[in-house]
């Protein structure tokens, strides 16, 4: 009878929805939080603090990944915690507007990410109970894609839309483009209150539409002297808050009798003469200025919040200075001024259109959670009917007498007890060991000049090899290998799997001695570095699920994933460290020499041939 229920729910109707549901609040709580709190004036220092803070469910969550083990099924926790996080989201909406919103909305942001992470575990545990072994191995590609469609969701889409009611709730947009080619002639930063002297409705004043900028770099002290100036000007007429800084630390003790003479030991030994460090550079991108103002003063009392940003064009353009500026009728006719700069290996003609938008951001911003809190309703309803009910999802502590505190324990004590524990320990934190510290220092090697041993590719240049090509090869990666690994299975796999996540590092060895300046050698060396990554992940997602199998899988695959995160963390903590003193060329065969212990371990590791492989039906 569980049987039958279950095939009335394809796969394809809820693993989309339910990894899709898995991703956005992970998103909303790390990422588009960060933008809210700009957009409504929060400074960067409590920005980083406070939102830093929040990653701690998911870091802690293998601590209570027993509870959803132990009490209710995983279905029941999925959907609940959807209603809870739909619940968070609208709470977040009903207290942007307030007084002390940024202390009530981090509450319900910190409910948000306890309920996300709950909702992990059991999604990853009603995955393993709703699917058989030959579904599991199909889907996990599938699974990765619509995760990563969440991801991309919340930093686009639910940014277009809020950028949306912003728009229209407020004066008409400022726009203002940017030209950089070479030899252009620099446009003059003129009043724009004089230039419109005849306006006589509310709206703002842009000193120049289109602003010229010569790609010939300018001296570093005339760079920092005109920033310098914007900042002044802008603090002295109140568009802006000054920052809170930060007294500089004393060196450790750790640093000055280890850490430092390891690395003048390194840098001596490996530090190559083509990659020496050069610091101060002595040229900077062009800087141009823009200067806005307002047409009439605003109204007694109200202050108008002009927030700007890149909106489309060369990412090699970028505003430094100046996103945030607040009138009011005190310097409503004087010029706050907006600073844009070029990249420094900009060599090419570009150009990027910047709008500023002055609606009422919390009631954009309330809206959007609104529309958020809606959506995860409606998928807490659509999961409700829609799930699966596997036999084997089940309570653990159900029966008469059962002791709860006991089996807590229990289920922990459980996953060290495992059969081949040693080895599969090993595998989780050293298989992705050389990746671990690649994917740190990847996209600053395509940036740094190629005096420093970089590539010297452009900001517009990297966000396209990584946030468009690296993506779509990543993924297609991903999803082949789910459906080839429910072929033969992860035992015949996992070696080619291992190779191909290790062996397209060698990419980065070629780039860093090769150091080609053709863009489409770049980004294919970079795809298939991507593409080989997401094939191989396979390997190790598909493990974790084998090796989680049991009476506590749901627990176990969450303790899996602690010891997954720490296999990235501490490699990739003392990665930027290691190559500033070695360079890249050595780096990456350092990288290369740190994939060597998957390649040993995965000979350990005892895995069922048929796992994986549909099996045959009678």
Known sequence: MAKDKMKKSSPW???PTLYFAEGIPYVVVMTVSVIMYKRLGISNTDIALYTSWLYLPWVIKPLWSPV???FKTKRWWIVIMQLLIGAGLAGVA???????????????????????ATHDIAADGFYMLGLDEHEQAYFVGIRSTFYRVAMITGQGLLIILAGFFEVFTGQEPVQFTVDARHGAMQSAELNPLDENSSVDELTFLVSNEMLSLSTENIPSEMADSIKEWVSAQNLEHGFVIPEATTEQKETSGFARNVSDPLANWLRTHF?????QEVTPQNLQGNIGLI???????PEAGKEIILNSRFRRGDGSIRMIQGDRLAFGRDNWNQTAWIAVQLD???????????????GNIPLAWSITFFILAGFFILIFVYHRFILP???????VVQEAGENAFTEFFRTFGSFFRKDNIGPALLFFLLFRLGEAQLVKLASPFLLDDRQVGGLGLTTGDVGLVYGTIGILALTLGGILGGILASKKGLKYWILPMTLAINLPNLMYVYLSYATPSEFWLIAGSVAIEQFGYGFGFTAYMLFMIYFAEGKHKTAHFAISTGFMALGMMLPGMISGWLQEIIGYQNFFIWVMLCTLPGFLLIRFLKIDPSFGIKKKTE
């Open 13 to 15: 109707a809820w693993i």
């Open 68 to 70: 959803v083990d132990l």
């Open 94 to 116: 009903f207290t942007i507007p307030l007084p002390g919103f940024f202390q009530y909305t981090l509450a319900f942001f910190w409910l948000l990410a306890f309920s996300s």
């Open 271 to 275: 530090r190559r003469d083509s990659e």
């Open 291 to 297: 200067g806005i103002t307002l047409s009439v003063p």
């Open 344 to 358: 420094p290996k900009l060599d090419r003609p570009a150009q990027a259109l910047f709008e500023g938008r002055s």
């Open 389 to 395: 009910r596997p036999a084997s999802d089940k309570a």
